[in-house]
């Protein structure tokens, strides 16, 4: 049972270029969410989903997007990145009606 | 929409000192989590907090949640340097599903 996991651990774009962070988790989870972690900024929502098929905005959705498409996939897609979204990103997932999230190891982004 | 503070963002202490961290939410929750995060590390959920006064301990660490559920503390006895770390609340709102609102956290260095 590897729980959340999520890839790359590390990346470095230049400004423009578009990519997918994944994140996958093998605890059969409805909910899943993304978040950015920024230095005294706490954790804001990017982008959550309560089942396959089914997303929604969070706090900061602007250049960012999602799909759900299985239970066990959640991706992140970076239209055309910007310095403003060098942040290190967590994905998390939480069963339905438990509430308690799970997070991934994040993925450490920088945007040059 | 929801904003939750939390106090002190930072908080320097001797081993063997206690510590208090308190979390407020601009409106009413319908339940209060805490998450521990390491330095480079991810959040990793401590306790969630459902009902008005609710008082929880997990060995030296003891929460509370408000009478009004719009505020949280958490105060651990003692402590240890495995206490160091980042201390995050998260608030759920009262509607429908509603996403966790997470504090900018209260980072906790202890020295021996």
């Known amino acids: 049972n590897a729980g959340v996991t999520q890839t790359p651990k590390f990346q470095v774009l230049k400004t423009g270029q578009s990519m997918t962070l994944q994140c996958a988790q093998d605890m059969n989870h409805e909910y899943m969410s993304w978040y950015r972690q920024d230095p005294g900024m706490g954790l804001r929502l990017i982008h959550y989903?309560?089942?396959?098929?089914?997303?929604d905005q969070g706090e900061v959705p602007n250049g960012y997007n999602v799909s759900r498409s299985t239970t066990e996939d959640f991706p992140l897609r970076l239209l055309s990145a910007a310095p403003s979204q060098t942040s290190v990103y967590f994905c998390?997932?939480?069963?339905?009606?438990?509430?308690?999230?799970?997070f991934g190891p994040g993925t450490r982004l920088t945007v040059t | 929409g929801q904003q939750v503070m939390q106090i002190p963002q930072y908080q320097h202490v001797q081993e063997g000192e206690d510590f208090t961290t308190y979390c407020n939410s601009s409106?009413?929750?319908?339940?209060i989590q805490w998450y521990k995060q390491r330095p480079g590390g991810h959040p990793v959920f401590l306790i969630q907090l459902v009902k008005s006064g609710e008082v929880k301990k997990q060995k030296r660490l003891t929460f509370q949640f408000g009478e009004a559920k719009k505020n949280s503390s958490l105060h651990i006895t003692a402590t240890q340097t495995t206490d160091v770390g980042t201390y995050f609340c998260a608030g759920r709102g009262n509607s429908g599903y509603s996403t966790l609102t997470f504090g900018k956290g209260t980072m906790l260095l202890v020295s021996p």
């Open positions: 409106t009413t929750l319908s339940n």
């Open positions: 989903s309560v089942g396959a098929g089914i997303t």
């Open positions: 998390a997932s939480s069963r339905a009606g438990s509430y308690e999230q799970y």
